[in-house]
């Protein structure tokens, strides 16, 4: 009975986001332009080098001397191996979706436990600094920018700490080895360089130093590509999806006031995709002027990272057997700080 109406939801979603796609046309390729441009200019250039850098460090394991390196400060804090301090600090550094992809990277080389891969997952796959400082500082004109960086990456940090020391679920013991029961995924690249590139990176003789560096960042590049594809894809699907809340701002604006249909339709499209959607959401807010929100309203949306966000974690931690529902919990705790960041800030204001 279940697998009958999930049947029949997405038989009917995919029907009237047919429908759609014919009949607003001209909207949807503008949508999707948009979705385009973004991944081109905004994605790329930020995420990709640190996606194959990363990748490039933890198939030849340089990343454990990372971590062995961030042990005084992070270590000290959170009490944990090189190898998740590792991720932390690439998770917070690079940005979304790095945090799922680090999660990912080390689940397939058996370098952590599902557990320790779920609690990484629940504070480290944030919105990148790059994307913060190039994009959404500049499009909302923050003027403190510090106060906005620490605003934005100081709750998941708490957070993180929260769910180490006061959740009992997560005092994992640290000597625990990831084994095959609790790792066992299935790798996401099957090309013939990906069993090529396990076997020589394992090499650790001097001869093979030089074929092991250059086969890592050979598989490396090749997964980087295949995932940053995927992501640009499910950008412009998502910005495609921005059309359902324009056609309810277009048909129901002449009963309502065109700034309040809109300012719920904005954030509707960040709940969608945040790009596009923090957009119009600026725009909005400019024109009645809720600077009592200004700020805490679109860290909230960025915490969450809306449908477009989800998907392309769901996309990368798909072979490792992380739920992703997990993930949304966590994601929309850590929103609600912010929401009740915006209730306190209106009251006194």
């Known amino acids: 009975m279940k697998n009958t109406l999930k049947q029949t939801f997405f038989t009917l979603l995919s029907c009237i986001i047919l429908i759609l796609l014919l009949f607003?046309?001209?909207?949807?390729?503008?949508?999707?332009?948009?979705?385009?441009?973004?991944w081109y200019h905004n994605m790329i250039p930020s995420l990709f080098p640190f996606m194959v850098l990363s990748g490039f460090l933890i198939k030849s394991g340089l990343s454990n001397r990372i971590g062995k390196s961030l042990q005084p400060i992070l270590g000290s804090i959170f009490q944990l191996p090189p190898q998740m301090l590792y991720a932390i600090f690439m998770g917070f550094l690079c940005g979304f979706p790095m945090g799922a992809k680090m999660v990912a990277d080390l689940l397939e080389n058996k370098q952590i436990t599902k557990k320790q891969g779920e609690f990484l997952l629940a504070f480290c796959n944030n919105i990148g600094p790059l994307y913060m400082l190039g994009y959404i500082i500049p499009l909302f004109d923050y003027h403190n920018v510090w106060s906005v960086l620490v605003l934005m990456y100081f709750p998941p940090l708490i957070y993180g700490l929260i769910l180490r020391y006061a959740c009992p679920y997560y005092s994992f013991d640290l000597r625990t080895k990831a084994s095959s029961k609790n790792?066992?995924?299935?790798?996401?690249?099957?090309s013939r360089y990906t069993k090529k590139?396990?076997?020589?990176c394992s090499k650790s003789t001097k001869i093979s130093d030089n074929i092991n560096y250059i086969t890592c960042f050979q598989n490396a590049l090749i997964s980087s590509i295949e995932q940053i594809t995927l992501l640009g894809g499910c950008m412009v699907f998502f910005n495609c999806m921005l059309i359902f809340p324009q056609l309810l701002e277009t048909y129901i604006i002449k009963y309502y006031t065109i700034h309040d249909i809109m300012f719920v339709t904005s954030i509707l499209k960040s709940f969608i995709e945040i790009g596009g959607g923090l957009q119009q959401l600026n725009i909005i807010m400019t024109q009645i002027q809720l600077k009592n929100i200004t700020l805490f309203l679109p860290l909230s949306l960025l915490t969450l990272g809306g449908l477009s966000c989800i998907a392309q974690t769901c996309f990368i931690l798909?072979?490792?057997?992380?739920k992703i529902s997990t993930y949304i919990k966590h994601k929309l705790i850590q929103s609600c700080i912010y929401i009740i960041m915006i209730f306190i800030t209106y009251i006194i204001s």
Request: aromatic share 4%.
């Open 24 to 38: 607003q046309s001209k909207q949807c390729i503008k949508f999707a332009s948009n979705g385009l441009l973004l």
């Open 197 to 200: 590139s396990l076997t020589i």
């Open 318 to 322: 798909k072979n490792t057997g992380l």
């Open 183 to 190: 790792t066992s995924i299935t790798p996401s690249h099957k």
